[in-house]
Structure formats: structure tokens, C-alpha cells
């Protein structure tokens, strides 16, 4: 697609162009998908935050329990709150399969769009890899045989495989799972809840720590940030799952919100207040013991099964986000259209499900903890740009139709929002382990020599591409990112 040459018809015929491009996302053909119901879609937000309470015991041991409830009543005020605000925003104004990446991209331009998008991908997918890890941390006890060497990465890769399927169904079967899963794998916690109420000490509640035991910070803060963090994973299901974004989304957040807050900070009242607080003991996998100690031994069984159960849940809903990303990354011509390829039964990106499914497998082999700060330090770096170029496209573009607006106008009033935000995903960045930045960096290296290979490949017409103009930026005119001209 060329220019037309700056004249007040060609300016007019341009300015046309882009108010038509915003009426309607960014894709190669229109394609008819059905959406998800409300209720799916608030599961599917909840497994793509959270999951549950399976994984949040290491905190009470880093932290103590005091500052395990506070953290679990205050951050998600000041984290969660904001970046669902932002997503509810950006992801109305901006609406398209990629995202978070179409943001990034209409404020910075292809090369910054493309890297949060290749920041954002790699921490989905090693987050992916990092669900049969904590089903086997919950089951190990039974499984020592395939705690470790090979045995135990073939059944991570085929079970991961296999978790994979349900993915190419579509993504309200995908809702609909998430649904039962939610529950079931809640249920333990219901019970645990119930039967500690007799047992509970409050005392325990502001319980600090033993005297001479150092606290562990970063373990703390990356758990909490993990277990409350990805709200802007939906915004690449936007525009093939969710029925008027504008009034949805928001609604979904808040419903979603509430329903993340008690499904945590209930049952960590209730194990706390009931059970002996050596921190030793609280690592990941301890609420099976904690099972065992209120309800029974045989339930124990229970915890892990519903373990298992939270982790196809956030493992099915985060895979679809993942898939969806890549096809979105495709039509703004960032990747070669062979990601976007699509099941001609299902009309699912195969390719992209299958792309994010063999990467996981792929890193499966890190350890808990590594997984979990890498997967921090790629959403904080990829979270800073998106912070960013919210700020950026409120001032350069305040006249874009936001079907959904956060109630905030004043510039002062939006950077304080994002204060804490900024503040805490740059502790997240430079709290790292060695290796994590070794990890980093060289994953990062990788990416922008892709990045630079492609745009070679596609001047070149070696590979297929989608051709789009730069970004929203480069205009005055305002309008939607540049159409998508194959």
C-alpha cells in the first residue's frame, strides 16, 4: 500500500482510510468465531491470573504469614487494579488478536512491538512449562521414581502434548472447561476452610517470623507477583472471544477481581490461623500437609487432585492467549504468515498453539523457583513498555474513541496510578537471580536478531509476510494502526 502524496484530497483520503481501519480489529479476512459466554470468560481470566492458592505456601515461609495477608489484601489494589484498568482501555481502543503487542507497536513502532510481543510469548510459554512442574511438586510423594532424570521430562512433555489438545477445540469449549476445573480444583479449599474454623488462633495472623531467620524478598515478591499477575493476557482474545468489550471487559475485571482475592486470602487465613508456623514447612506443595493435618489423611489425595486440576486450567487458558498473540504478531506482519495459519475445522491458529506448546516443553527442564522469576522479569519488561505506552497514547492521541475509558484525565493523576506499578515490576527486573539475567539476556539477544532476520527476509520476499504500514505515531491523522494489505 503506497501513501498518497500530501494534498488535501490525499490527506482527506488517507484520514478516511485510518477512521475506517478503526471501526474494526486488524485481520486478513473476517472471520466468525463464537464468543465465550460471561461466565467462561471470567474463568478463563481467573486461570490466567491465578488459578488458586496452589503455589502461594513459599511466601508464608519467605515472608511469615503477617506479611503473606498483607500482601494478598494490598497488591492486588495497587498492581491488579491498575493493569486491568489499563488492558480494559487499550484492548477497547486498540482491539486486535495481538494485544498487548498492537499497543506497544502503534506508540514505539514494529521493533518495540515485536520485543514486548517476544518478552511476553517466552514468559507465557516457560510459565506454561511451569504447571506440570507444580503438579509434580504436589505429587512427588507418590512419584519418587520421576523426580527427576528422564522419566521425569517424558511425562511433563507428554502430558504437556496432550493438555494441548483441548486448545485446538476453540476457545469456548476452552471457557467451558475452565468453569469445572475452577471448581473442582477449589472445592479442597473450601473444605480446609470449614474444618479449620474450630482450630483458628488469630495470633497467628501477625505472626512475623522466627527471631534470627532471614527473610527472603524476592522469593516473597515473585510469588505474589506471579500469582496475581497476566491480566493483559486476555487482551489478545478480545476480539474472537469477548461480546462488547467495552461493557464486558470491565465487569469481567471486577467480578474476576473479587473472585481471585477470596479464592486466596480465605484459605491462607484459615491454614495459618490453624496450623503451626514453622516457616520451614511452608514451601510449595505444603497445603497437601495442611490438608492432611485438618481435614484428614486420605484428603491429603484431594489437595493434589485439585493441584492437578488448577494446573490444566491455567496451563489450557494461557496456551489460548499464547496462540492467539502469535496470530495477532502475524497480521501485523511482525512474524511470517505461517503462524497464523488456522484449523480449517475449528478455525484455531494450530500453528500457534502448537509453536507455544513445543516451547514449554522445550524449557520444562528449569527449576520451580528459576521459572518463576524468569517468567517475572520478561512480564515486568514487556508490563513497563505497556504502562508506557499507555501514558504515551492518553497524550499524543487523547481523541481516539476508548469505547472504555479509565475514569482518570489529568496526566498527573495517570502517572501517579502507574506509580507503584512502575516502582515494583523495576524491583521484579532487579531483583534477579545471575542466572536469570544470564537467561534474560541471551533470550532477549535472540529476539532481536530475529526480529532484524525477518525484516531482512521480508525485503528479500524469501517468506511470506503481511504487509503493514509503521505505526499510528507517524501520522497526525488519527485512526487505528495501519491496514493490514496483503
Partial sequence: MEIPQQCPSSKKLLADEEKECLKEPPSISKITTKKLAFIPLLFLIYFQVSGGPYGTEAMV?????????????IFPIL?????????????????????????????????????????????????LSSYPLLCLNYIDPDLLALSSSLPHYFVISVSTL???????????IVGYASVSLGILSYLPFIVISLFAIPKIDPRKWVFLGQKGRKKDWPLFFNTLFWNLNCWDNVSTLVVEGVTEPSKTLPKAYLSTGLITFFAHLIPLLASTGAMSLDLDDWVTGYYTEVGE????????????????????????????????????MTELGLLPTIFGTRSKRFNTPWVGILISTVTSILVSYMKFRHVISVVNVFNSLGMLFEFTAFIYLR?????????????????????????????F???????????VYLVVALLTLLGVLWYFCMRMFQAKMWIDFNHVMKKL?????LGYYDQIVK
Fill in 79 to 127: 498492581w491488579s487494579v491498575p493493569e486491568a484498568l489499563i488492558t480494559a482501555e487499550l484492548s477497547t481502543a486498540f482491539p486486535g488478536n495481538g494485544g498487548f503487542v498492537i499497543w506497544t507497536h502503534q506508540a514505539f513502532g514494529p521493533f518495540w512491538g515485536f520485543l514486548i510481543g517476544f518478552w511476553k510469548f517466552l514468559g507465557a510459554v516457560i510459565n
Fill in 395 to 423: 497524550m499524543k492521541f487523547p481523541d481516539v474513541d476508548r469505547p472504555y475509558k479509565v475514569p482518570v484525565t489529568k496526566l498527573r493523576s495517570l502517572i501517579a496510578m502507574c506509580f507503584f506499578p512502575f516502582g
Fill in 425 to 435: 515490576l523495576l524491583y521484579v527486573v532487579c531483583a534477579g537471580h545471575p542466572i
Fill in 162 to 172: 496432550l493438555l494441548s489438545v483441548l486448545n485446538f477445540t476453540g476457545l469456548p
Fill in 61 to 73: 515461609g519467605a515472608g511469615g504469614s503477617f506479611y503473606a495477608i498483607l500482601g494478598f489484601v
Fill in 293 to 328: 493435618k485438618i481435614v484428614g489423611k486420605k484428603f491429603k489425595r484431594w489437595v493434589r487432585l485439585g493441584a492437578f486440576l488448577s494446573g490444566i486450567g491455567v496451563f489450557q487458558s494461557q496456551l489460548s492467549s499464547c496462540s492467539y498473540q502469535l496470530l495477532g
Fill in 473 to 477: 505515531a507517524d501520522y497526525e491523522n
